[in-house]
Structure formats: structure tokens, C-alpha cells
């Protein structure tokens, strides 16, 4: 069991003091899905790996980083999904025993720190900022009293009967493993099998009318249809419709008086950011809960992918396209039908169905640092960024306002 450890007496002067952020360029980080047992996100687990070409920066530092990361600029709010931060090589230092975070962020811990004595007490000491912990199984299975202090165990599947606290599986490289690891009773799993996905996902399906109709509104919209073309396609679809209006007069668009007429609400938003709107509209609209998590990852996909665009220094039409690439690279496996069938009718600027179906042009630079961020290999996420006239720093704060931006958009459909 965890007694309370003393503070040590001779510590240097000042090291309780939480260091100022500092910028995310010595940082690798890896981001994967929460999936719940409902098969919905619950939130996102980021491996923070160390460069190793600099100086080695403190712990709490980085920490402060990713979290100040999110909600950069303002731009995006801070995630409401539970958000699991799992350094993989960062030594805990002294100034995390006063390092403090939302209440929905979780701090992974290694196993064998448990071994050391100092980081024992450093954790002690975090736990009782109210930083939530979870640990991450390495070897064996902790004492039932030391794994009462952790709100979650992050570990195989196998765990599960033996853990007295809830598990984050490690189950997730086949769909037949993450399904079976969530009816174990994994509270939750760790990454979701985008390579193998369930078979009833990719089965082919029939479009819905809402879908046809968005991308009948897409194909007008890139041949520069007169706005009446569009109305009639809004109004043979009423939700369609009401959603349009309701964006038309949110806060970002309305001007003085309410917009009462699609042609109004066509002419405020305009053709360019209703495209974009309408390819969010139709990576969200399926209701059938085993494709969230694919949606998720489009959407994360599509809003780095416009990140790294403008960080780059490219213009804005370029970045749209690219938001389209990443929010469209799913649409195969959320719809059941290939991309070549489902581009064919579009319109869709030829970047865009060179990047998805080919995997050429220039934006395929930037999707393949998008994909990379998602997986473990550091040398091809090096090889990927150095594609891209970017830093480090501007890669990893573009995925992190990519996360916060997805969130956002989920939690309020």
C-alpha cells in the first residue's frame, strides 16, 4: 500500500515549481481512440515519445505543453472526452508533484515506477493536486492496494478478471480481438482497428436520402450552380434544411437580423465553407454506433490535415482540400462503397480524388504526416514531416486543436 511519503528536506531550492510550458518540438507524440464498450469514442489516449536529439526537457514542462496545446490561440476548447496522456520515455521530475490538469485528463504511469521510492512520492504528491493517474501494466499484475490509487489499469484484455479496477485494453490490432476484448468487460479500448475493420462496417450499404442529397449539393456547388438548384435540394430534405439555417444563424455567420430563407442562408455561409460543412455533415450522419469511431478519425484527420495546410504556408482553398482528403480518407469503410464510385460524381478538384484514390498529388504529403501521428513507427513519422516545411512544435499543436476540434463538433451533434 501507499503510505504517505515524507517530502524530501534536501531538495533544491525551487524545484516544486511547476516549469513554464515550453514549446512540443522535443516531442513524437502518437494519438489513438478511447472506444467504449457502446463501440462510441470516449475520448483519446497520446503517447509522448522524446526526440532524443535535445536536451532532454522535465516532464511537467511537456505536460503543460500538450495540455496548453489544445486550447491554443482559443481557437478550440478543451476536449470533454477523457483525455490520457502516457509519456513512453519521460523521467518524472520533482516539479510534477505540483503539476495540476483538467479534471478529465489522466496521467499513465509505467509500472516499474512503482519500484522507485522518489516517484513514488512524486505521484503521491500529484495525486493529491487531484491529477488522476492510470497505470500501465508491464510485467505483473500490482497488489490489490497499490492499484486502488489508479482509476484505470492500461493493459491486455486478459487483465480484466483479475484487476479490481476498471481496464483499458491494449486489444485493438483485429476487429475480432477488440470485440472481444470489450465483451471481457474492458471499460474501454486503446486504438480501434482501422486496417481490419468489423465486417458489418465495410459491408456495402445502400447511401441514405441525406447522403445522396450531400452529395448532390457538393456536385452543384463545384459546378457553380445557380443557389436555387441548391434550395430545391435542401428543401426535399427538411433536416437538411433546418440544420442549414440553424449554422446560418449561429454566432459565426448571423448578421443583425435572423436568416429566415436557404438562399440567405446559402449566401452568408457561402459556397466554399459550405462544402466544407457538408463533407462534416455527411462523415457524421450514419447512425449506426460501430462507425464513430471511424468518424472520429476522419474528423481529426480532416482538421490536422488543414492545420498543417496553413502552418505550411499554403492558401486557404489548398487547406480546404486538404480537410476534405482527411475527412473523406474513411468514406469507403463508413459508407460500404469504394471512393472511386463515390467521387466519381462529385466534382471534387482532382488533388482531392488523386490524394483518396491514388495516393498522389500534392496533398498526400500532408496525409501521410496525418497518418503517421496515429502510429507507433518514429523513423516514418520522421521521414513523413520531413516532406513538410514544418517544425516539430507545428506538427504536434496542429494534431492537438485537431482533437479539440473534433471533440467539439461530436459533443454537440
Known amino acids: 500500500m501507499f503510505d504517505t511519503p515524507p517530502r524530501s528536506p534536501d531538495g533544491p531550492a525551487g524545484e ?23 463501440r462510441r469514442p470516449k475520448g483519446v489516449r497520446l503517447e509522448l515519445r522524446n526526440r532524443g536529439e535535445r536536451s532532454p526537457v522535465p516532464l511537467s514542462a511537456l505536460l503543460d505543453g500538450v495540455v496548453r ?9 478543451f476536449p470533454h472526452g477523457l483525455v490520457l496522456l502516457a509519456p513512453v520515455d519521460g523521467a518524472i521530475d520533482a516539479a510534477m508533484s505540483c503539476w495540476s490538469a483538467p479534471r478529465n485528463v489522466l496521467l499513465e504511469i509505467p509500472e516499474t515506477d512503482l519500484q522507485d521510492e ?53 486489444d485493438s490490432d ?11 468487460g474492458a471499460h474501454a479500448l486503446v486504438g480501434w482497428p482501422l486496417c481490419d475493420p468489423h465486417p458489418i462496417v465495410s459491408k456495402p450499404r445502400e447511401l441514405s436520402p441525406s447522403q445522396r442529397a450531400i452529395f448532390e449539393l457538393v456536385r452543384l456547388i463545384r459546378a457553380d450552380a445557380d443557389v436555387r438548384a441548391l434550395e430545391k435540394v435542401f428543401e426535399a430534405e427538411p433536416l437538411l434544411a433546418y440544420m442549414l439555417l440553424t449554422l446560418a444563424n449561429s454566432v459565426a455567420f448571423r448578421r ?17 465553407r459550405l462544402i466544407k460543412w457538408l463533407v462534416l455533415i455527411l462523415a457524421i450522419s450514419s447512425k449506426d454506433r460501430r462507425i464513430a469511431p471511424l468518424v472520429y478519425t476522419t474528423l481529426v484527420r480532416g482538421y490536422c490535415m488543414e492545420n498543417l495546410c496553413l502552418a505550411s504556408g499554403r492558401p486557404q482553398n489548398e487547406a480546404d482540400e486538404c480537410f476534405i482528403v482527411g475527412a473523406f480518407s474513411l468514406l469507403d469503410l463508413i459508407t460500404g462503397q469504394s471512393l472511386a464510385a463515390l467521387l466519381g460524381e462529385v466534382g471534387l ?65
Open 118 to 170: 522518489t516517484r513514488v512520492r512524486i505521484l503521491f504528491e500529484s495525486r493529491r493536486q487531484g491529477v488522476r493517474q492510470a497505470l500501465r501494466l508491464q510485467q505483473t499484475m500490482p497488489t490489490r492496494e497499490r492499484l486502488q490509487f489508479f482509476q484505470y489499469l492500461v493493459g491486455p484484455s486478459s487483465a480484466v478478471k483479475r484487476a479490481p479496477i476498471p481496464v483499458l485494453a491494449l
Open 16 to 38: 516544486d515549481a511547476t516549469p513554464d510550458p515550453v514549446t512540443l518540438d522535443s516531442l513524437v507524440l502518437r494519438w489513438q481512440l478511447l472506444v467504449g464498450r457502446d
Open 256 to 272: 443583425g437580423t435572423p436568416t429566415a430563407s436557404l438562399r440567405q442562408a446559402v449566401a452568408s455561409i457561402g459556397y466554399q
Open 349 to 413: 478538384p482532382q488533388e482531392v480524388v488523386d490524394a483518396l484514390v491514388a495516393r498522389q498529388g500534392p496533398h498526400v504529403s500532408v496525409l501521410n504526416v496525418v497518418l503517421s501521428l496515429e502510429s507507433d513507427d518514429v523513423p516514418a513519422h520522421d521521414q513523413a514531416c520531413s516532406a513538410l516545411p514544418l517544425e516539430p512544435d507545428a506538427v504536434n499543436r496542429s494534431l492537438l486543436r485537431a482533437i479539440a476540434a473534433a471533440d467539439a463538433l461530436l459533443s454537440l451533434m
Open 174 to 184: 483485429t476487429a475480432a480481438r477488440a470485440d472481444a476484448a470489450l465483451a471481457a
Open 69 to 77: 496545446g489544445f486550447v491554443e490561440n482559443g481557437s478550440t476548447p
